[in-house]
C-alpha cells in the first residue's frame, strides 16, 4: 500500500517589505504639504515581517497571533502563495526543499477570512464542485467514515500516534521517518464496485457529516440579499471544500472572525481533527477562548512583524513566566499575552505604549525570544527538518478542461434559473418596451410621410439604443457580484480562465437571442414597419446583433472595473459618444471632420443604420418613393445592412476579446514570471532532492 508522506514547512530569515509613499514630515507647514500632494512622489521601503524563522510541523494545528498590523496575514499570504507584490528575502523549505510560495501553493488549501461563495448554490453542491473540479489525489479511493473523524476529535486516532509523539524533547522526526497521513492511509484501501460519481458523492458526505452539515446541506449559502445558511455553517462549508482536496497543507485566516463561541469553538475542534489526520495545519486567529486555545498545538506570536514566541503551547506559560510575566492560574494565556505582554496599560485602563514604544517594546521582546531555550529548539527544527520525499499524489490537481466546461455551464444554467427575480424582470423588459415604444408609435404607417420618417427614424434609434444598453446593463449587474467569486475560486485552482469564460457565454448568449425577439415580435408589428417577413427577420437579427454587443461590452466593463458604482460613473463617457453619433442626434455625414471617426466605434450607428435601411430601402407611400430620398438626406453612410450588421458583429467580437484579455491580466496579476510559476516545473522542483545543507551533515 502506498501512503503520502508528512510536510514540515520551514522557513529562517524571512523577512517582508512594500513600497509605499514616503510620509510628509510632521513638522511641515500646511503649505509644504500641499507643495508634496502635487510633486513627484517619493517611495520608501516599510518592512512588514522582520527575520522570521521557524517551522510548521505535520500533524499539528499551528496558529499565529498578534495583534492588527503585526504581520499575521501577510505571513500566511505568503508561505501560501497568494500573490504578494512586496519584496520578500530568506529561505524557505518543503521538506528540506527550497520553496517559495508559488511551490507550496501547489501542495496547500488555503481558506480566506472572508468566505466567497456562488450565493445560489446549496452547501452540498458547493463541496460537490470541489470534488468534480479539483478531485483529490486519490480520488478513486473512498475516504474514511465520517464517523470514525468525527470520533476522534479531542483524542488520538485507534492505533495510530500523532506524529509530534514521535518527536523527543522537541527535536525534529528523524530524517528517515516515513509516517503516513492517516486520511491518506484510509484513503488507500481499495474501492470496490463504486463508480467515480459515487465514491465523489461518499466523500462529499464524508465531508458534510465531519464538518456538522448535515442540517444545511440542501440550503443555498445566500448572501446580503438572499437568506441562506449561518455564517459559522458558510465558514465551515468553505473549510470543507478545502478539506475534500486531501491537501497535506492547510493554511486558513482567521476563521473563527464573526462566529458566536459555541461556532468558533466547533470550527477549532473540526481543524483539530483535520491536524489528526497528519495535515500541516496553519491558522490566524484574532484572540482564541481558553477552550480553543486548549486546541492549539503550536503558537507563532508576532508583535510589529516581529517574532515575540514560536513554539509548543504548553510552553508558553513557562516562558512568559521566566521573562517576568506570570499568567494567573484561571487566566486564558491568550488574553494574557495581549493585556500584559505586548502592551501594557496604566491601572485606570489607560493604554501607555505608543507606535514608537510598540516597535521598542517587539525589538526587546524579540530579543529576548532569540535567547530563549525554546528559539534554540526551533532552530533544531530548521536545521533538522522532515527530509521524506514529497509524492506526487500530494500536489492538488484540476479537472481536465472538459470537465470544468461542462461542470461550470451546469452550474451558471442553474444560477441564471434561481435567480428568477433577475431572468423575470429582463423578460419583462423586453415585453415593456416592446409594449411602451409600439404604443407610443402605433399604426405609423396609416400616419402622414413626414410623421411617417419622423417616427419610424425615432422607433428605431430608441429600439437600437435600448437593445444595446439594456443588455450591457444587465451583463454588468450580474457580472460584478460574480466577479469576486470567479476571482477567488480561480485562485483555488478549481478551473481555467478559458471554461469559465466559455461557459458564462453559453449560458448568456441564448438569453441575449431570446430577449430581442421577444421585443421584436410585439414592437415590429404595433410600429406599422413594413409587413414584410424578410424584413421582420432582419429588423430582429440586427435586435440580436446589438444585444450581442451590449453583452460584450457589459463584459468588458465588469472585467475592467470591479464594483458597480465606478461602472456608472465610466459608463457616461463611454456611451454618450456612441449615442450622439449613432446617426439620428447628428448628421454624421456632416459633423466636425475631427470628432467624425468616432461614428465608426458607435455600435448604434450601425445598427440603427441597417434598420433605416431595411425600412426605408425601397420604401413607397401612395405611389410615392419617398425611402430612398429619405436615406440620401440623413447620410448614414454607403454600406449595405449585411455590412452595418458584420461591423456590429466585429465591434462586439472586439469588446469579447478584450474582455478575455482584461481578465487574464486580472488572474495572472502579482504571479510573477508565468514560466517559473508553471504548476509542473515546480511540482518537479518539489519531488528533487533535499536542500544540500541538510543532507551533507548525514
Not at 524571512?14 to 509605499?20: N, P, Q
Not at 496575514?73 to 497568494?82: D, E, I, M, R, V
Not at 485602563?349 to 521582546?365: H, N, Y
Not at 467580437?653 to 510573477?672: C, E, Q
Request: with cysteine.
Amino acid at each position: 500500500m502506498e501512503h503520502t508522506n508528512p510536510l514540515q514547512i520551514s522557513f529562517e530569515g524571512l523577512s517582508y517589505s512594500v513600497r509605499v509613499p514616503a510620509d510628509s514630515p510632521d513638522t511641515a507647514s500646511p503649505l509644504q504639504k500641499a507643495k508634496l500632494l502635487f510633486s513627484r512622489k517619493k517611495y520608501q521601503d516599510k518592512v512588514i515581517l522582520h527575520q522570521l524563522t521557524g517551522a510548521f510541523r505535520p500533524g499539528r494545528i499551528t496558529t499565529i497571533l498578534g495583534p492588527s498590523g503585526s504581520g499575521k496575514t501577510t505571513l500566511l499570504n505568503l508561505l501560501a502563495g497568494q500573490g504578494n507584490s512586496g519584496t520578500c528575502s530568506g529561505n524557505v523549505w518543503v521538506n528540506g526543499r527550497s520553496a517559495s510560495g508559488a511551490h507550496i501553493r501547489q501542495l496547500a488549501g488555503y481558506v480566506n477570512q472572508d468566505d466567497v461563495i456562488l450565493p445560489t448554490q446549496t452547501v452540498r453542491e458547493a463541496v460537490m464542485m470541489s470534488i468534480i473540479l479539483r478531485p483529490p489525489p486519490l480520488s478513486s479511493i473512498p475516504p474514511q467514515s465520517p464517523e470514525t473523524i468525527v470520533n476522534s476529535i479531542g483524542e488520538e486516532p485507534p492505533g495510530q500516534q500523532r506524529l509530534a509523539d514521535k518527536e523527543a524533547d522537541g527535536l525534529p522526526l528523524p530524517a528517515t521517518t516515513n509516517k503516513p497521513s492517516l486520511r491518506h492511509e484510509k484513503a488507500a484501501e481499495p474501492a470496490k464496485g463504486k463508480t467515480n460519481k459515487t465514491r465523489q458523492q461518499a466523500r462529499c458526505s464524508h465531508a458534510i457529516g465531519l464538518f456538522g452539515l448535515g442540517k444545511c446541506q440542501d440550503t443555498s449559502i445566500g448572501d446580503s440579499s438572499v437568506k441562506g445558511i449561518s455564517g459559522g455553517e458558510r465558514k465551515r462549508t468553505a473549510i470543507a471544500m478545502e478539506n475534500v482536496t486531501q491537501s497535506p497543507i492547510l493554511f486558513l485566516d482567521e476563521p473563527t472572525s464573526g462566529l458566536d463561541a459555541h461556532s468558533a469553538l466547533m470550527v477549532m475542534r473540526q481543524l483539530k481533527a483535520v491536524a489528526d489526520s497528519g495535515c500541516t495545519v496553519v491558522t490566524v486567529l484574532h484572540q482564541p477562548s481558553s477552550e480553543m486555545f486548549a486546541l492549539i498545538d503550536d503558537l507563532l506570536i508576532l508583535f510589529e512583524g516581529r517574532t515575540v514566541f514560536m513554539g509548543e503551547r504548553a510552553s508558553l506559560v513557562s516562558y512568559l513566566d521566566r521573562l517576568g510575566y506570570p499568567c494567573g492560574m484561571y487566566s486564558n494565556p491568550a488574553d494574557h499575552v495581549f493585556n500584559a505582554v505586548l502592551y501594557e496599560h496604566l491601572q485606570d485602563g489607560k493604554q501607555m505604549s505608543t507606535p514608537a514604544t510598540a516597535v521598542e517594546r517587539a525589538v526587546k521582546l524579540h530579543e529576548q525570544w532569540k535567547q530563549s531555550p525554546e528559539a534554540q529548539q526551533m532552530q533544531q527544527l530548521v536545521e533538522m527538518p522532515v527530509l521524506t520525499p514529497i509524492s506526487t499524489l500530494q500536489f492538488r490537481r484540476t479537472s481536465p478542461a472538459s470537465t470544468q466546461v461542462r461542470y461550470l455551464t451546469r452550474r451558471a444554467g442553474l444560477n441564471a434559473i434561481r435567480n428568477k427575480l433577475i431572468l423575470n424582470i429582463r423578460v419583462a423588459q423586453a415585453v415593456f418596451f416592446g409594449l411602451l415604444i409600439g404604443f407610443i408609435f402605433l399604426n405609423t404607417q396609416d400616419r402622414p410621410i413626414p410623421v411617417q420618417r419622423q417616427n419610424f427614424s425615432g422607433a428605431l434609434f430608441f429600439t437600437a439604443v435600448t437593445q444595446f444598453l439594456l443588455s450591457l446593463l444587465a451583463v454588468v449587474n450580474v457580472f460584478t457580484r460574480e466577479r469576486l467569486v470567479f476571482l477567488r475560486e480561480w485562485q483555488g485552482g478549481y478551473y481555467g480562465l478559458p471554461a469559465y469564460f466559455v461557459s458564462k457565454n453559453i449560458i448568456e448568449l441564448p438569453i441575449q437571442a431570446l430577449l430581442p425577439i421577444i421585443y421584436s415580435s410585439i414592437s415590429y408589428w404595433l410600429l406599422g414597419l413594413r409587413p414584410d417577413g424578410t424584413k421582420f427577420v432582419i429588423y430582429t437579427a440586427t435586435c440580436i446583433c446589438l444585444n450581442l454587443c451590449g453583452f460584450s461590452f457589459g463584459l468588458l466593463l465588469g472585467s475592467l472595473f470591479r464594483d458597480m458604482s465606478t461602472i456608472l460613473a465610466a459608463l457616461p463617457a463611454m456611451f454618450l459618444p456612441f449615442l450622439l453619433f449613432g446617426g439620428l442626434l447628428v448628421n454624421t455625414g456632416n459633423s466636425t471632420v475631427w470628432l467624425r471617426w468616432l461614428q465608426w466605434i458607435s455600435p448604434i450607428k450601425y445598427g440603427y443604420s441597417a434598420m433605416m435601411k431595411n425600412q426605408f430601402s425601397g420604401y413607397v407611400v401612395d405611389g410615392q418613393p419617398i425611402g430612398d430620398a429619405y436615406l440620401e438626406e440623413v447620410d448614414l453612410g454607403s454600406f449595405s445592412v449585411g455590412v452595418n450588421l458584420v461591423f456590429v458583429l466585429l465591434l462586439a467580437f472586439i469588446a469579447w476579446v478584450s474582455a478575455y484579455l482584461a481578465l487574464l491580466y486580472l488572474t495572472n496579476k502579482g504571479r510573477g514570471d508565468p514560466v517559473k510559476s508553471n504548476p509542473k516545473r515546480l511540482q518537479m522542483e518539489l519531488e528533487g532532492a533535499p536542500d544540500q545543507r541538510f543532507t551533507s551533515s548525514m
